[in-house]
């Protein structure tokens, strides 16, 4: 596993990735198949921007030595909830129903299976998570064929 270093601080401030924006079932199965053309494992997060954990996540995701992993791993789409009143209709993408908690971290392999089902809830704690416990997670699913 690749380990974080001095240079991997979490900022002061809280990234706030999420964008309010709606997205199509054709948009996030576009998304999918693009990244899968592009020999990437689609990552894709379900989120908001009043949630710390989802927050804490992303601030984890944007360490340099974690950022450099996932982009050479991943395609990522984040998926804004809001007040779990949007998107939430783009779990069944997935085979998965629709539940608060968040945020829902699914990894794909390079055939668009989700590989990642039974654990893809775990970030819900995130903000009591040590960013090498979650970095060793994206790791831990990367090159998954």
Known sequence: MIQLTAFDQLPSNLPKPFSGQVIAE??????????????KQPLVIFGAN?????????AVMKL???NKFVAQHY???????GDYDQNMDLYKVFG???????????????????LNLDSNDRWRAARETAP???FNY????????
């Open 26 to 39: 054709k948009q996030l199965n576009d998304f999918i198949s693009k990244s899968l053309e592009l020999k």
């Open 50 to 58: 009043w949630c710390p954990d989802a927050q804490c996540l992303e």
């Open 64 to 66: 340099v030595t974690v």
């Open 75 to 81: 395609e990522v789409m984040r998926i804004d909830v």
């Open 96 to 114: 998965m129903p629709s539940k608060e908690g968040i945020p829902q971290v699914i990894i794909l392999d390079l055939k668009g299976k989700v």
């Open 132 to 134: 090498q416990e979650i």
């Open 138 to 145: 994206f790791q831990e699913f990367a090159n998954q064929p």
